[in-house]
């Protein structure tokens, strides 16, 4: 019903920038939020940002003042700016939205994930 592509990421040095956007598609009728997911080797999945449709944003430890997220409402679209990168940063980032697909009916959707490596 709803498909998340996620675009961006790639391999760094320490210190570098990268960016990630992610585009929903599909059945949608309104999107609620959007944002961002990584996942180390051996670690949990954690946060890294999310935004809503009312500009409501929320980081993710260790990532605040390096990283910014904004959305474009209109493309249902979220992008990621990582400045500064460090090596911890490293994983799979996964694109993360909650969906109405009708006015009444919602879901969580994941997108692929791509790599992130930070080389030192």
């Known amino acids: 019903q709803v498909e998340l592509v996620e675009s961006g990421g790639g391999s760094v040095q320490a210190g570098g920038s990268l960016g990630l956007s992610c585009a929903a598609s599909?059945?949608?009728?309104?999107?609620?939020?959007m944002g961002w997911y990584r996942q180390a080797p051996g670690k949990q999945r954690e946060l890294v940002a999310t935004?809503?449709?009312?500009?409501?944003?929320e980081y993710g430890e260790g990532v605040k003042g390096r990283f910014t997220i904004s959305r474009d409402n209109a493309k249902n679209t979220v992008l990621l700016q990582m400045n500064s990168l460090k090596p911890e940063d490293t994983g799979v980032y996964s694109c993360?939205?909650?969906?109405?697909?009708?006015?009444?009916?919602?879901?969580?959707?994941w997108g692929q994930g791509t790599q992130v490596t930070v080389s030192s």
């Open positions: 993360n939205a909650y969906v109405y697909t009708t006015y009444n009916q919602w879901d969580q959707y």
């Open positions: 599909g059945t949608i009728f309104r999107v609620v939020a």
């Open positions: 935004i809503n449709a009312g500009g409501g944003i």
